[in-house]
């Protein structure tokens, strides 16, 4: 079945700083990606989604300039969280639409991210 | 807009004894799937099923069945002869014509020994 990774699986930084996370599709080529957010205890928020080679489409509410999303290839897709603060600590997941098999995402594991 | 309500927010159960988990959806696609994920405590999304729009049939997975009724926009979930492994929440989610993916609130489903 597609595999969709994500690095790193957890990660703890300071308040300021910037945090890349990593989203690859191991077995299939995404044209489409996606980014979640999920709070504790909530449900999960799309963030952006995110086509090869295109500039990202960001949800109502989401700053652009602070979750920069780069999707260079068609198996790669990274968030950057800039100058992070803590109410940016979350549980971050991709997804993946197969190119074959549009109706279908495919989630990666998550990130949680902890910014103190 | 899409939307996806999932009414109950937390289910408590003892072993053994089924649950129904209800999901109701609000579309003007026409072509549209509906999803049932699984989410246990390591946070890894667990696909359960996928269900297009023009496929209305029942489905029955082992313990699991769901029941898909376009007339009333539910696609509930049963969980048949529960087990402490089932406890986790669980999201609804529609995806349509934007190819984005909306979740339902979720329902945390605890299965006591």
């Known amino acids: 079945g597609a595999v969709v990774s994500q690095h790193p699986s957890r990660v703890i930084c300071k308040s300021g700083t910037s945090v890349k996370i990593e989203c690859r599709s191991l077995?299939?080529?995404?044209?489409?990606m996606f980014w979640y957010r999920q709070f504790p205890k909530q449900s999960l928020m799309l963030m952006a989604t995110s086509n090869e080679g295109s500039k990202a489409t960001y949800e109502q509410g989401v700053e652009k300039d602070k979750f920069l999303i780069n999707h260079a290839s068609l198996t790669l897709s990274t968030l950057t969280v800039t100058s992070a603060h803590p109410e940016d600590s979350s549980f971050y997941i991709c997804?993946?639409?197969?190119?074959?098999?549009?109706?279908?995402?495919?989630f990666g594991p998550g990130t949680r991210l902890l910014v103190l | 807009a899409q939307k996806v309500t999932q009414a109950q927010t937390e289910i408590s159960v003892v072993e053994k004894e089924d649950v129904t988990l209800d999901c109701v959806y609000e579309t003007r696609d026409t072509t549209y799937y509906l999803f049932w994920y699984k989410q246990p405590p390591s946070g890894e999304l667990v696909f359960l099923i996928r269900r297009n729009s023009f496929d209305e049939q029942n489905e029955i997975s082992g313990r699991y069945s769901w029941n898909f009724q376009k007339s009333t926009s539910s696609f509930n979930f049963t969980i048949t002869a529960s087990q402490v492994v089932d406890s986790a929440v669980y999201f609804c989610a529609l995806s349509g014509g934007a190819n984005d993916m909306r979740f339902g609130a979720g329902t945390r489903l605890t299965v006591k020994p």
């Open positions: 997804s993946a639409k197969d190119r074959g098999r549009l109706e279908t995402q495919y």
């Open positions: 077995d299939f080529q995404a044209t489409t």
